[in-house]
């Protein structure tokens, strides 16, 4: 990666059996990763599973991830008016990892599209040093949105808000990167 590269982790907030995650996760990530400015490591808690991260190697490995990344776009469902909870365990398991990091949510759930969960992860988020910003994807009625390969049925809208929340991210990593250069954080 360039000095201009900035690391993006996005991290895939559902892990229940059947899951549309995985759908909403390849759009977004392949629409990520076809910027030259941005490197993209997809941390899938399904995968992780963040209830097993108690010390040792994978915690480890998941922390310095966490560390790495210069931004973060978090991919949530809204499960009964909230996101899920391994969501908020993964996220609690560090805490200087997230300081003075970029984070954007990509959403999606019924009419909502994953709104009131995006509103409970920025008070989150905020409390661990990390600055949300303003504009996010939000995929209502998002089974319907995609064909039975994955695909948007009609891409421009959602394509059009991943770049508006990408550039804003984008500003922000650079912003806070070259801040905690100059200055360690130290909240």
Do not use: C
Request: glycine share 8%; net charge negative; charged share 20%.
């Amino acid at each position: 990666m360039s000095a201009e590269t900035l690391n993006l982790a996005v991290i895939v907030g559902s892990t229940r059996e059947g899951r549309f995650a995985p759908v909403v996760a390849d759009w977004f990530t392949k629409h990520a990763a076809a910027r030259a400015d941005l490197g993209v490591d997809v941390l899938d808690l399904a995968e992780i599973q963040p209830y097993a991260l108690r010390g040792g190697p994978e915690a480890e490995a998941f922390a310095k991830r966490v560390d790495a990344a210069d931004a973060f776009v978090v991919i949530t469902p809204e499960y009964n008016h909230s996101f899920p909870a391994p969501l908020k365990h993964a996220i609690d398991l560090l805490h200087a990892e997230w300081q003075a990091k970029p984070v954007g949510f990509v959403s999606y759930g019924g009419i909502s599209g994953g709104l009131r969960a995006v509103e409970q992860l920025r008070l989150v988020f905020a409390e661990l040093h990390a600055t949300t910003v303003r504009e996010t994807v939000s995929l209502p009625m998002a089974g319907q949105l995609f064909d039975a390969e994955g695909r948007l049925r009609a891409p421009e809208g959602p394509d059009r808000a991943a770049d508006t929340l990408l550039n804003q991210l984008i500003w922000w990593a650079h912003a806070l990167r070259d801040a905690r250069r100059t200055r360690p954080y130290g909240g």
